[in-house]
């Protein structure tokens, strides 16, 4: 009886970030003997026709939709480009797959009928409104999968991470003069307010069913 294969599936928009996850997604494949790669490229459907996940999250700019043959020519090419000097390690089997289907339901299910190992997913780490107006793949995935998830982020250079100022000298030394009793000096004390301290209070015998006393 021949051996099941180690499957690993990974989700491509054909971005940079998404060549990112072949590559981890072959590399964890050719771990594997037998093993197999599937690549695939999601699509929604729009207005009854099948429209690039692409478009549906940038925006169609009246742009004609690709179709479905080449779509899966850029799939190619994207595996051509990516896995090229890869390729060598013919224990891994590469196909591609165009899935009509919102794209972390049409990642999770294509994984659930393949039978997975694992399904890997990029993940563009945007932030504030854009995640919130276009929503994440990568965590629809995680909820929906029924196999092991492995999210790639982009390269630490690529991250949009907000800029944390260092702690202020003076408010440092007010901490020190004070043995803690004043945390911000006095320019940073109106915008932090009055320090409170919560002690937890004994319910027998209380008033109220309140547990915490300000002080």
């Known amino acids: 009886m021949a051996q099941k294969p180690y499957v690993v599936v990974v989700g491509t928009d054909f971005s940079k970030q998404s060549d990112r996850a072949v590559q981890a997604a072959y590399y964890q494949a050719s771990r594997e003997t037998p093993a197999e790669l599937h690549v695939v490229h999601a699509i929604v459907a729009v207005g009854g026709e099948a429209t690039s996940s692409i478009a549906s999250f940038t925006g169609l700019n009246g742009l004609p939709a690709p179709s479905l043959d080449e779509l899966q020519a850029q799939v190619r090419t994207q595996l051509d480009r990516v896995l090229g000097p890869a390729t060598p390690n013919n224990r891994v089997r590469v196909v591609a797959h165009i899935a009509i289907d919102e794209p972390s339901l049409g990642l999770a299910q ?30 629809g995935v995680i909820r929906c999968a029924t196999c092991q998830v492995l999210v790639v982020p982009p390269e630490q250079h690529e991250l949009a991470v907000p800029a944390i ?25 109106e915008r932090h307010g009055r320090r409170h301290t919560y002690h937890q209070g004994d319910r027998a015998g209380a008033d109220t069913n309140f547990p915490l006393v300000a002080h």
């Open 165 to 189: 100022e260092p702690a202020c000298p003076r408010c440092i030394e007010a901490r020190k003069t004070s043995a803690g009793e004043q945390l911000w000096c006095e320019q940073h004390r």
């Open 110 to 139: 294509l994984a659930s009928r393949l039978e997975a190992n694992l399904l890997v997913v990029g993940t563009h780490g945007r932030r504030g409104l854009a995640r919130w107006m276009l929503g994440s793949v990568a965590e």
